[in-house]
C-alpha cells in the first residue's frame, strides 16, 4: 500500500541528462545563476555535464549548497532559477533540479568525498535546530574550521525534510545521506535536546563562541473553532506520523477534508490520496489565481486525484461536520467527513530562547544578529522566503557573518598582543 | 575542489597545464590571450604571422558548419587565412604578452614563402621572446601555392623550409602537420631532419561541408561561389588522433614530442589525444563556439580522471595507448560476444530490430505483441550494431563464445570497460 507513497518520479540516465542539458543555452552572465537564491550556480553545472564532467558539476553544487541533492527535489525551481532561464524564450525552461538531481545522485554513487574540515581554528559555536538551516551553518562552519555543536529537540535531525516533505518528493534516504556527510565532516548532534528546557541558552552562550538559533516553524497552527475537535490533526503532525512509520500507518480516514492552500496542504491532500484514501478535499482559502502552493505541487494534486475548492474559509465546525463560505461570493458548502487536517501555517515555538518572534513567525527586523552579540538567528524564523534554498542561503550569510566577527575580533586581538 | 598537479613539460619548455590556444582566430591579438590566459590556459600558439609582402585579404562570410539532427557544430569549415594584423603589431604582442605573462608559454606560429621569409621570421619572433616557434605548414586555403598544405605535403620543402627557421632561431620548433595527405609520416621525418624538435597535428581538412542546393555551390558562398576549404571540430578529432597514433608507431619515432590538435572539447577529448602520445593540447573550434570557459572543464575533469588512475603526472599516460593500438590483422578474431538484452530497461521501440535487420544480420526477432526483442543466437554475429542504436542503453555485451574450432578461455577475454558508462 505504500509503494505509491515511497516511490520517487524517476531521473535522468546518463543519456537524457545529455539532452536535457544540450538544451541549456550556456548563456553569457546567466540569468538561473542570478536567481538561485543559494548560489548553487546551475548554469556552471550544467556546463560542466555538458562537457562531460559530472564529477566537476557535483562539486560546484556541493561546495556551494551543502544540501545540493535535496534543493535539486524540493526547491520551487519555477520561482527561482527556472524563472529566470532564458529558454523560456524558445520554449520551456532548463530542467535544473533535474540536472542537479543527477548529479548529485552520481556524486553519491561514485562515493564523492567533496567537503573538507577545516584545519582548527580553537574556536566553538552551538546550533540550535538541525534542519536545513542548521545544517548548512554547521557546514560552512566546520569547513572554516570551527568546533561544531547541534542541538536537536527530535531523535532524528533534519527538521522538516526529515518530518515534513513527504517520502515521494524527497526521500528518506537522501535526507540521511546529507546528513551523514555533514556528520563526516565533524559535526556533532545532541538529539532530543531541547534548548531551553534540557539545555539552557546560557549554557550555550558560556561554552561556545556564538550561538545561532535555527529553530524554524516546528509547529502547527490551529484554527480557533477547530481547538479540541478530535477529529481535526495538524499538517504537519500527519506528515511527520506518516513519514515515520513510511506509509504504514493503521488509522486512515475513509475520506478527509484538507484546510489549506499552501504547499504543506497540496502534500497532505497528496499523501492521503497516495495512501489510498478514497475521498479526499482540499478546502483553500485563496483563489486559483492567487494561489500559494507551487505548480508543480498543485499539478501533482491534482494528478493525485484531489477535489480542490478554492477561495473557501472554514465559518462554523460541528464534530465532523465543517461549513466553508466563499470569500467574494455568495456560496455556503458544508462537508462531512471522517477526517479534518489543517494546513493553516506553523508557528515557532521559542520558548526560554530569549528571541523575539513577531506574528509573521520570524524575528521583526532584516538580518541575522539578535540583541545579544553573541546570539544570531537563522533559517524561517529570519526575514525572507521559507524554503529549504533560502534556508540554505541564510545558513551561509550567517555563517559568514559570525566567522567575521569571531575571526575579526582575532585578528584585532593578536594586532594588540592578545590576550593569551 | 580537486587539485592535481597539470604541468607537462614539452621540448624543454615548462607549461601549467596541457591547453594551449591553438594558431587561429582566438589567439589574434594581446586582449583576447590575455583573457584566455587569465581564465586558465597555459599558453597560445599565436595567429600565424606571414612575412610583410604577403597581404592578406579574407572573404565574407567565411564559415560554414555541419550539423546532425539537433547538434550544431558537428564540425566546422573555415575559410580564413593567417593573421590579418600587421606583422609590427603581432610581434609588439607577442612580447607584450611575455612581459605581463611570464608564466604563459607564447608560441609564435610563422608561415613564409621562401627559405628567406621563414628565417627572417623565425628572428623576429625570437627577438620578440617566444618561448617556441611553430611553422604553419598546413593552411589549406591560401591564396598562395607557396604557402600552406601544399608546402606540407612536399617532404623536400618541409625539410628545406625547417632548416631555414633553424637557421634562424635556436628555440624549439614545431612543425604543423597537414592532415591532406595519406601518410604523415615521411612529412613528419623531413620536417625533423631539417631541425624542427616536434610535431603539431592536425591543421584542417580540405573539404566542403554543406552545399546551397539552390545557387549550386558550396557554402559559405561568397558572391554566388564557394571553395573547398579547411574542416576542424569534433567531426576531424577521429583523424587527428589516427595520425597522432601512426606517427609513434614509425619506426624510430616513438618518443616524437607532439602538440595535438583536433576537435578537442571535454577532458576524455583530451586524455584521448595524451594517451595516444600528445604532451599539449591545442584547441580552436570549440573555443570559437563556446568561449574561453571551456578549459575550467577540461582541466578540473583530468584532474579527477588522474585521481581515479591514481597518478600524480600526466607524464605517466602521455603514449600510454600506443602499444595496445595493433594493426586490424593482430586483433583476436577467436571469439564473439552476443548481445545481452536487458527488458526491464527496454522500452520497445524496435530500433535494435530496424539496424539489426535493414544493416545486420537480421538476427533480432521482434514480437509485436511483447514489442520486445531477442536475439537469435544462429543468426547473430556479434557486431553489436543494436548495442548502438538502442537509445536507453538496454544492450550490453553478454555472453562471449570461441568459434568452433578455436582455442581459448572465454572468461579470459576482456569485453567490458571498467567505466561507469550507465548511470
Ligand atoms: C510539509 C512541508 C513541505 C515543505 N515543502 C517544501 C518544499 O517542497 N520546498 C521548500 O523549499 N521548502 C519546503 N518547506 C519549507 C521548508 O521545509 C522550511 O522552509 C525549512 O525546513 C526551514 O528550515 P529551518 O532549518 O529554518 O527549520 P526547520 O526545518 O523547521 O528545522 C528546525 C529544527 O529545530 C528543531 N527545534 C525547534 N525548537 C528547538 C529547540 N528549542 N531546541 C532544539 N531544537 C529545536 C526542530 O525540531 C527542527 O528539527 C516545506 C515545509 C513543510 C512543513
Ligand atoms: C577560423 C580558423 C582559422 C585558422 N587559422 C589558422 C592559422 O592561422 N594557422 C594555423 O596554423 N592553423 C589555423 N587554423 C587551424 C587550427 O589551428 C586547428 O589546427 C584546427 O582548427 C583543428 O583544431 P580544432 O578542431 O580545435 O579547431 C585555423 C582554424 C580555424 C577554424
Ligand atoms: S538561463 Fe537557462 S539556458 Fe541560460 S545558462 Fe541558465 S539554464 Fe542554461
Ligand atoms: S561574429 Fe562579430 S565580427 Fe563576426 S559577423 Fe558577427 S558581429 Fe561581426
Ligand atoms: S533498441 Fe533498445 S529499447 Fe528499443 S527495442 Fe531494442 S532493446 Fe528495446
Redesign the pocket.
Known sequence: MTKKYETEAPGYTMTTVMEEAARCLLCHDAPCSKACPADTDPARFIRSVRFNNVKGAAETIRENNALGAI?AR???TEKYCELACSRTGIDCPIDIGGIQRYVTDFEQAAKMDILKQGKSNGKHIAI????????QVATTMLTKGYAVDI????EK??????????EY??PNDIVEYEIKRIINLGANIHYN?????DIMMDDLKANNDAVVV?????ESKVLPMFADNENVET??GF?ARVKEAKGNITDLPENAVVIGGG??AM??ATTLRRLDVKNVTDMAYEEFDEFKA?KK?LKGTREAGVTIVDGYVPTAVNGNEVTFKHRHIDSEMTIKSNKIILAVG?RV?????NITIDKHEEVPYAGYGTADPKVFV????AQG???????VR??KEVAEQIDKMIMGSTKEADLVGGNE | MIKKDLSVDFLGVHFENPFLLSSSPVGNCYEMCAKAFDEGWAGVAFKTIGPKHFKVDEVSPRFDELTKEGTPFVGFKNMEQIAEHPLEQNLHDLKKLKENYPTKIIIASIMGTNEQDWEELAQLVTEAKADMIEMNLSCPQMTSHDMGSDVGTNPELVKKYCAAVRRGSDLPILAKMTPNITDMVPAAKASMDGGADGIATINTVKSIANLDIDRKTALPTVDGKGSVSGFSGKAVKPIALRFIQQLREAAGMEQLPISGIGGIETWQDAAEFLLLGATTLQVTTSVMQYGYRIVEDMKNGLMHYMEEQGIDHLSEIIGAANKSIVPVDSLNRDYKVYPKIDWDKCIGCGRCYISCFDGAHQAIQWNEEARRPTVDIDKCVGCHLCNLVCPVGAISTGEVVMKPGREGNPEDIKIESPRLTHF
Open positions: 534543493c524540493v526547491c520551487p540550535v535546530g538541525s534542519g536545513p538551516a542548521g545544517l542541538y536537536e529537540k527530535n535531525a533534519g527538521g522538516y525534510l526529515t518530518y515534513g516533505i513527504p518528493r524527497l535536546t531541547t534548548v531551553g528546557d535555527a529553530v524554524g516553524a516546528s499538517a504537519v506528515l504547499d504543506v502534500d497532505v507551487s505541487e506553523q515555538n521559542a520558548a526560554n530562547l537563522t533559517g524561517d524564523i522566503d521559507k524554503t529549504v534554498v533560502w534556508a541564510k545558513g
